[in-house]
Nanobody, 119 residues
Framework: QVQLVESGGGLVQAGGSLRLSCAAS?????MAWFRQAPEKEREFVDA????????YYADSVKGRFTISRDNAKNTVYLQMNSLKPEDTAVYYC???????????????WGQGTQVTVSS
């Protein structure tokens, strides 16, 4: 089992940047970011494999967001650039082990961090 703690959320103007962090209690998990806006379903944002050699992005964030990880710190990052008001959501970190299936089922979740983008 792995515990996940997100941080780095906040309020930013459109066009700005934020970096989210997800600290994990254990390593060697494939990691992903999801988000959920008010009255909308949770959606996949991006994912990175356990070694950091493979990534996968939703079309809505491709070219603007970058997922990375530092396994020495058991931490995954989400660098968000050129933010838009529609990026406003609670962002969740998630983990899974086993096969690299970026849009597969994730077994462990953080508590979420709020990102608000003002226009």
């Amino acid at each position: 089992q792995v515990q996940l703690v997100e941080s780095g959320g906040g309020l930013v103007q459109a066009g700005g940047s934020l970096r989210l962090s997800c600290a994990a209690s254990r390593s060697n998990y494939h990691m992903a970011w999801f988000r959920q806006a008010p009255e909308k379903e949770r959606e996949f944002v991006d994912a990175i494999n356990w070694s950091g050699t493979r990534t996968y992005y939703a079309d809505s964030v491709k070219g603007r967001f970058t997922i990375s990880r530092d396994n020495a710190k058991n931490t995954v990052y989400l660098q968000m650039n050129s933010l838009k008001p529609e990026d406003t959501a609670v962002y969740y970190c998630a983990a899974r082990n086993g096969l690299w299936l970026p849009m597969g089922q994730y077994d462990y979740w953080g508590q979420g961090t709020q990102v608000t983008v003002s226009s």
